[in-house]
């Protein structure tokens, strides 16, 4: 019995980081301290903690594999990209390096299945991409909602981009939870999605109201569609869109992309002031 | 004699100039249908009318040039992955499970899935004015969804910030004068990164404005970082070995990404880097 327990005890103290982390080493070291002075009374515990040693081993090293897995895939991602894209096209790269002028402004979801680089191809340097829950545009508000307000005033006011693109997706999972909200309910543990999604809570009204006989999941179709309505219309609460817009140089459009159909529906904002006709 | 006021022989030419301007802010939008009525409404009246007119169709064929392009690069995208990866598609239309979440800049020349390759479905990807995360108690709201979401929900193995050189919100930050004007977005968001703007100037004050500023880049990065631990759900999956937190920095000018990981363990025990945190595994390529 002592003997199974002392090779494993002595493979994992084996076992240490390349860096030996002195602080990691001290709390294992108390540990292991603890178990030897039990089994120091109770022999006959030795086979079990044997085992037990032996699984906690083996899971240590898939956790420490899938760590170096997703490095490996990071790294391997950008040598890829160093060796097919940058390298072959330094010139561009240099320009590039230098300055950025992309003609676009994108609200994406973050949604893993839905980066615009791989649906519209975006190259580098083509659009400065902001991506969050169901591609949300809050309204103007300098406290709570600086981020996106600081990424449309970079991209239009600095940037000067033509174009802003929102683009709304299928299965959205925040759209899902928009959807579900039920009105007057106590504050749940995913606060800080819900918080964030009710910025398209108009889009869920419309849709409770005109769409009441469509099942679940074609009521979040509209919805998602109507969410990029909603964040369309928010826009042009920043004053410098208002601008840009009136004066023609700055184009928005809302979408949505199905990957359960491999559809892609592209619409515009028609957004324009008439002179006054004066009445005298 | 009398003589009229010029204003009151202007009427005419007014309603004119009405109904030019009238077209002129509808050209944008509907191009092609209304062509032939603006191409009528101009020919019907001045001749120096028509010319403008032409001269603006011929220029404004922005609209189209858009649609159309946007169009191209779909149907490129449907033909060349999604349809050739048509069951990987269906599996993932049905369920996401990506193993990263990443936060990178939202500049054009950095995003994550060009740089470092991510495939449809690996990586749940936030991009905002220089990858920042806000603390847990407070600052602006949009960043802290996609962080619940994807770590209570999606249970994301790895987040990855990714920081990037020339960073137009860093600098903004580095340059930006402490009694500024609060008005501005840029200024609101960036101030989430004053503390790696402090520590920045309190060791770099003396190396040129540029270098002051890659400094900012990757400390700020690792204060993010930081940061992200102060949020309970995600320390305690740090804690219990499920979640890995990692820091990047893409350098577009020398093509190299610079990556480590944060060491909790050290970081707990007090082995400070400057900014509350020990890293670990640190490698270049």
Redesign the interface.
């Known amino acids: 019995m002592a003997p199974a327990f002392g090779k494993c005890f002595t493979f994992c103290c084996a076992k240490t980081?390349?860096?030996g982390?002195?602080?990691?080493t001290d709390?294992y070291e108390a540990a292991i301290k603890g178990l030897k002075d039990l089994l120091s009374k109770k022999a006959d515990l030795g086979n079990v903690a044997a085992e037990k040693i032996k699984e906690l081993t083996q899971e240590l090293k898939e956790?420490d594999s899938?760590?170096s897995d997703?490095?490996e895939?990071?790294?391997?991602?950008?040598?890829?990209?160093?060796t097919q894209?940058?390298?072959k096209d330094s010139a561009r790269?240099n320009d590039?390096?230098k300055g950025?002028s992309?003609k676009f402004l994108v609200f994406a979801c973050?949604?893993?299945?839905?980066?615009?680089?791989?649906?519209?191809?975006?190259?580098?340097?083509?659009?400065?991409?902001?991506?969050?829950?169901a591609n949300m545009v809050?309204p103007f508000d300098?406290?709570?909602?600086?981020?996106?307000?600081?990424?449309?005033?970079?991209?239009v006011v600095?940037l000067k981009v033509?174009?802003i693109l929102v683009i709304g997706h299928?299965?959205c999972?925040?759209i899902k939870g928009l959807m579900s909200i039920e009105d007057d309910a106590a504050p749940t543990?995913?606060d800080?999605?819900e918080?964030?999604?009710k910025i398209g809570a108009s889009a869920r009204n419309k849709i409770k109201e005109e769409h009441q006989g469509l099942d679940d999941e074609a009521k979040c179709t509209e919805c998602e569609k109507e969410a990029v309505n909603v964040s369309l219309g928010n826009l042009l609460s920043y004053p410098f869109v208002r601008a840009e817009v009136v004066k023609?140089t700055l184009?928005i459009r809302g979408a949505h992309y199905n990957?359960?159909k491999?559809t892609?529906d592209?619409w515009?904002l028609?957004f324009?002031?008439?002179?006054a006709?004066a009445f005298s | 004699m009398i003589l009229l006021p010029p204003r009151l022989s202007i009427p005419n030419n007014c309603d004119k100039v009405k109904d030019f301007e009238k077209a002129q802010l509808r050209i944008p939008s509907s191009f092609r249908r209304k062509a032939a009525n603006l191409q009528t409404m101009a020919s019907g009246k001045t001749p120096g009318l028509t010319q403008e007119a032409n001269d603006f169709t011929s220029g404004e064929n922005n609209t189209d040039d858009v649609f159309d392009d946007m169009k191209q690069r779909f149907l490129a995208f449907k033909k060349l992955n999604y349809m050739d990866n048509l069951e990987h598609f269906k599996k993932l239309a049905d369920a996401q499970a990506p193993k990263f979440l990443v936060i990178a800049c939202a500049d054009s020349r950095v995003c994550p899935s060009a740089v470092l390759g991510f495939q449809p479905g690996e990586a749940f990807t936030v991009r905002n004015i220089a990858n920042l995360v806000p603390s847990y108690e407070s600052g602006p709201t949009e960043t802290k969804a996609a962080l619940q979401f994807s770590v209570n929900t999606l249970e994301v193995e790895n987040i990855l910030v990714v920081g990037h050189s020339r960073c137009g919100g860093i600098q903004a930050l580095m340059s930006m004068e402490d009694e500024g004007d609060s008005r501005s977005f840029i200024r609101n968001w960036v101030i989430v990164g004053k503390k790696a703007k402090e520590s920045t100037k309190a060791v770099a004050s003396n190396l040129h404005f540029d270098h002051q500023c890659q400094h900012c880049e990757k400390t700020s990065i690792n204060h993010s970082l930081e940061r992200l631990l102060g949020y309970p759900w995600i320390e305690e999956k740090v804690r219990n070995g499920s979640l890995s937190l990692h820091g990047g920095y893409y350098d577009f000018v020398n093509c190299t990404f610079e990556k480590w990981t944060v060491d909790y363990e050290g970081s707990r025990g007090g082995k400070k880097e400057g900014s509350g945190i020990a890293v670990k595994n640190r490698s270049v390529w």
């Open positions: 980081s390349p860096e982390d002195e602080m990691a709390a956790l899938s760590n997703a490095v895939r990071i790294k391997s991602g950008f040598t890829h990209f160093k894209k940058y390298l790269f590039l390096a950025q992309p973050s949604d893993s299945r839905v980066c615009p680089s791989h649906i519209l191809n975006f190259q580098p340097g083509e659009a400065f991409v902001v991506r969050n829950i809050p300098q406290k709570r909602h600086s981020g996106v307000g600081a990424a449309v005033e970079y991209a600095h033509e174009n299928s299965r999972g925040g543990k995913s800080f999605i918080n964030w999604v023609n184009a990957f359960v491999g892609f592209l515009e028609d324009k002031t008439t002179p006709y």
